[in-house]
């Protein structure tokens, strides 16, 4: 079974200030990889992903994540955060599979609060 | 705009009652899903369609049912709501292959609230 650790529920962070949300993930086969953002009242909306290839993906608004497979790691990084990031932040894996469903496993979440 | 579409947005129910959430996609994805959000428990799957015509339980499943009207739709229904029902409910969608992103689409969520 696969599974999804976030060890942050809540991170502060001073506006320009670089962050890193941290995502850990077990999982006996190899995965796709995936970070979703909420902000408040609305749905999850895909950031970025990891499906193979460089192991450094990065989003359009600046957000980027390293896949390490040897730590078993995905954590998401931006090195000066903006008022407009403040949401919440969902890591999350699916299984390869070669067709069909396969399906995702959800973190906790981490809520980043950008502070002015 | 192409996407998940859900309804309503918002509703209270009184304990007792019945209602069923509406889901709908027009991304032309096999798999569609429900999940409900509550505070510091993340998303729990409460079930999930993995394609036109099969339904499966996730990991929350007891108090709803659901159908998979067609490829397009998938409700979730609600037979007595009780209050421990009250949360904010996704629908999401997904797809493999070429012209997917591996990734899901959500629904922009319904409100309720069981009084």
């Known amino acids: 079974a696969q599974s999804v650790t976030q060890l942050d529920s809540q991170v502060p962070v001073f506006e320009e200030a670089p962050v890193e949300l941290r995502c850990n993930y077990s999982s006996s086969v190899s995965v796709y990889l995936f970070w979703y953002v909420q902000y408040p009242n609305q749905g999850l909306q895909l950031l970025l992903k990891y499906l193979s290839g460089s192991t450094l993906v990065e989003s359009i608004n600046g957000f980027e994540a390293e896949f390490n497979k040897s730590q078993t790691s995905f954590h998401l990084r931006k090195p000066s955060v903006h008022i407009s990031d403040t949401a919440e932040y969902f890591c999350a894996v699916r299984e390869w599979g070669s067709g069909g469903y396969q399906k995702v496993t959800f973190g906790i979440g981490t809520k980043l609060q950008v502070i002015p | 705009n192409a996407g998940v579409t859900q309804t309503p947005k918002f509703q209270v129910l009184k304990t007792g009652q019945s209602m069923t959430l509406q889901c709908a996609q027009d991304?032309?994805?096999?798999?569609m899903y429900w999940y409900r959000q509550d505070p510091g428990m993340g998303l729990r799957l409460i079930y999930y369609s993995a394609s036109e015509g099969t339904t499966d339980k996730g990991e929350v499943p007891n108090g709803y049912n659901v159908s998979r009207l067609n490829k397009r739709e998938f409700s979730l229904r609600l037979e007595s709501a009780a209050p421990s029902q009250t949360s904010v409910y996704f629908c999401a969608s997904s797809g493999l292959g070429q012209g997917t992103n591996y990734g899901y689409t959500f629904g922009s969520g319904t409100r309720l609230t069981v009084v």
């Open positions: 991304m032309n994805h096999n798999s």
